[in-house]
């Protein structure tokens, strides 16, 4: 994939892969319950494994020399690998999205993880509220991936009609706004984006026109990811401010 699960950056930032594909059953990868977290074999194997390799390939990580990262960030032990609910999900697989066959292996990788925002279920009265809260919880120069249960992602039909995750990303993109003032006045906005927007590149050009008092996105579309995984041992989901960077083929590494 050509990303590496270390990085030099201040912001602490670490990697995230997630697997689609037979490959997950071949090798005995967690999708359900506990996939996340440090309970599976080869999940775990796999992140640790792809962490030590990059760190190797950086010079060792070593803080103050090759490593700048100034909080440091846990997510780095294993790199957050874990394999896509595909059975349990509604919709199709996050492989298909980005151009694959349901057929094949692939994983696709992030980088930039470091924020996470969390909670239980998509309430009937007020899920619009509790979403539009938890994303402006994100840095808006970060990208959302919203990493959802398939209670949740059921949820997300029964009470919002989005049958499929290309509506559920328009929604988010429509309706998570700021001020432009505030948007603005980010510092993460004015390093890296503020410089694209006065060189002309849009959307952002004609974000920096508007009104102070103006809602402007808080993301692109191109930039919301949705994946489903967990266990179904409750509705809790999350969304995992990251950057989504590519979906490789596994099955050309056979």
Same mark, same amino acid.
């Given at each position: 994939?050509?990303?590496?699960? %270390?990085?030099? &950056?201040?912001?602490?930032?670490? =990697?995230?892969?997630?697997? +689609?594909?037979?490959?997950?059953?071949?090798?005995?990868?967690?999708?359900?319950?506990?996939?996340?977290?440090?309970?599976?074999?080869?999940?775990?194997?796999?992140?640790?494994?792809?962490?030590?390799?990059?760190?190797?390939?950086?010079?060792?990580?070593?803080?103050?020399?090759?490593?700048?990262?100034?909080?440091?960030?846990?997510?780095?032990?294993?790199?957050?690998?874990?394999?896509? +609910? *595909?059975?349990?999900?509604?919709?199709?697989?996050?492989?298909?999205?980005?151009?694959? %066959?349901?057929? *094949?292996?692939?994983?696709?990788?992030?980088?930039?993880?470091?924020?996470?925002?969390?909670?239980?279920?998509?309430?009937?009265?007020?899920?619009?509220?509790?979403?539009?809260?938890?994303?402006?919880?994100?840095?808006?120069?970060?990208?959302?991936?919203?990493?959802?249960?398939?209670?949740?992602?059921?949820?997300?039909?029964?009470?919002?009609?989005?049958?499929?995750?290309?509506?559920?990303? =328009?929604?988010?993109?429509?309706?998570?706004?700021?001020?432009?003032?505030?948007?603005?006045? !980010?510092?993460?906005?004015? +390093? !890296?984006? !503020?410089?694209?927007?006065? +060189?002309? *590149?849009?959307?952002? =050009?004609?974000?920096?026109?508007?009104?102070?008092? *103006?809602?402007?996105?808080?993301?692109?579309?191109?930039?919301?990811?949705?994946?489903?995984?967990?266990?179904? &041992?409750?509705? !809790?989901?999350?969304?995992?401010?990251?950057?989504?960077?590519?979906? =490789?083929?596994?099955?050309?590494?056979?």
């Amino acid at each position: 994939t050509e990303v590496s699960a %270390r990085g030099s &950056t201040t912001s602490s930032m670490a =990697a995230m892969a997630m697997v +689609n594909g037979p490959i997950r059953h071949e090798i005995g990868m967690n999708w359900a319950m506990g996939a996340m977290g440090p309970y599976n074999h080869a999940n775990a194997t796999i992140g640790r494994a792809y962490g030590l390799l990059s760190q190797n390939l950086q010079g060792g990580s070593v803080p103050g020399q090759t490593y700048m990262g100034s909080q440091g960030n846990s997510y780095g032990y294993n790199s957050v690998t874990f394999a896509e +609910n *595909e059975e349990r999900s509604p919709w199709e697989p996050f492989h298909v999205t980005k151009g694959f %066959r349901p057929e *094949e292996s692939t994983v696709s990788v992030w980088s930039g993880i470091r924020a996470t925002a969390f909670t239980l279920g998509l309430r009937e009265r007020h899920w619009r509220e509790h979403l539009l809260n938890m994303l402006r919880g994100i840095d808006p120069r970060t990208r959302p991936t919203l990493l959802l249960d398939p209670i949740t992602a059921r949820q997300c039909i029964d009470r919002g009609g989005f049958d499929t995750k290309e509506k559920l990303i =328009a929604w988010i993109h429509e309706n998570a706004t700021l001020p432009a003032s505030v948007y603005w006045d !980010y510092q993460l906005v004015q +390093n !890296y984006i !503020y410089p694209r927007a006065l +060189n002309g *590149e849009e959307p952002y =050009a004609t974000w920096l026109q508007a009104a102070e008092d *103006e809602p402007i996105p808080m993301f692109r579309l191109e930039d919301i990811e949705v994946a489903v995984v967990g266990g179904e &041992t409750n509705g !809790y989901w999350r969304i995992m401010g990251g950057y989504y960077q590519t979906t =490789a083929s596994v099955d050309l590494w056979r």
